[in-house]
């Protein structure tokens, strides 16, 4: 931490918040840590998030960087999304707030 | 991360990302790693917040044990608001957060 203690917070720390602390974002970066995924696939990984929603936070995750979307050109299409470089950076982070979750959250 | 594919994500990394993800609070943890502040000192760290949002979200982050206030008896009375050991854990998540978006945030 830096020692000056009324200093303004720095504005990627609050840009990286405001991207990552939208409902769903975390969990959604954090099941295509382990490789591309179609959207079928996530929406079971993540229980009760909605398709309307998945697809609305996918295409924001992929206008700021984090996620591509690659179309196989097969019948039917196959559309698959994964983590860019940026978005598989974020896997340190991700990992601390899991680690953080296993000591303290009480529920199950 | 787990090399079953198709396991549903854990509860508790939902959790965790559902409290932390709401906007401000994780600047707001931030604000405090170094030390318990008044609510005017975090007022100066994080611009743009209004002092009612601030107030809600340290009365959330106190519900769930990561903020507590001191009240100090003098004249006129102090408050302070500083970091559970819940919260000062939080302290790996938030440096990697702080990481990423330094290497990847193009906003100034």
């Not at 609050?14 to 490789?35: E, H, K």
């Not at 979307?69 to 559309?79: A, L, S």
Request: aromatic letters at 8%.
């Amino acid at each position: 931490m830096n020692a000056d203690d009324s200093a303004p917070l720095c504005s990627k720390f609050q840009w990286a918040f405001t991207l990552l602390g939208r409902p769903w974002t975390g969990m959604i970066v954090r099941a295509l840590l382990n490789g591309p995924k179609r959207s079928k696939e996530i929406l079971q990984m993540i229980p009760n998030i909605s398709s309307r929603v998945l697809h609305q936070r996918l295409g924001e995750l992929e206008g700021a960087g984090i996620v591509e979307r690659t179309i196989y050109e097969e019948k039917p299409v196959r559309i698959e999304y994964g983590l860019t470089e940026m978005g598989r950076t974020l896997e340190p982070a991700m990992d601390e707030v899991q680690k953080w979750a296993d000591r303290w959250c009480t529920e199950n």
